[in-house]
């Protein structure tokens, strides 16, 4: 089992920064890819970022790329989620999660992970 807690969360102003972490524990050597997700009313919850935790790969979803950076610290089993120039649209619950299995499905795909923290709310005012 690998447990995850989100923090970092709050309220700012368009054009503002936050800096999401979850840090994790229990069995996270099991852990293949870290991946920061979130969801809206009435929106699916859709991927954001991902890294792998090995080789440091990422992706990131077309909304948020070159905005948003994805980070990981693999001796403090923690992984950040850097937002920058935020908009009202990223206003959103963000969970981070974990994967432990590679396979085919893409690195955004939210049913490919199975742990998943508690969420954290962000919210972007205009």
């Known amino acids: 089992q690998v447990q995850l807690m989100e923090s970092g969360g709050g309220s700012v102003q368009a054009g503002g920064s936050l800096r999401l972490s979850c840090a994790s524990s229990g069995l996270t050597y099991t852990i293949n890819y870290m991946g920061w997700f979130r969801q809206s009313p009435g929106k699916e919850r859709e991927g954001v970022a991902a890294i792998v935790r090995g080789a440091g790969f990422t992706y990131y979803s077309d909304s948020v790329k070159g905005r948003f950076t994805i980070s990981r610290d693999n001796a403090k089993n923690t992984w950040y989620l850097q937002m920058n120039s935020l908009h009202p649209e990223d206003t959103a619950i963000y969970y981070c999660?974990?994967?432990?299995?590679?396979?085919?499905?893409?690195?955004?795909?939210?049913?490919?992970?199975?742990?998943w923290g508690q969420g954290t709310q962000v919210t972007v005012s205009s």
């Open positions: 999660a974990a994967r432990t299995v590679g396979g085919m499905a893409p690195a955004l795909e939210n049913t490919a992970y199975k742990y």
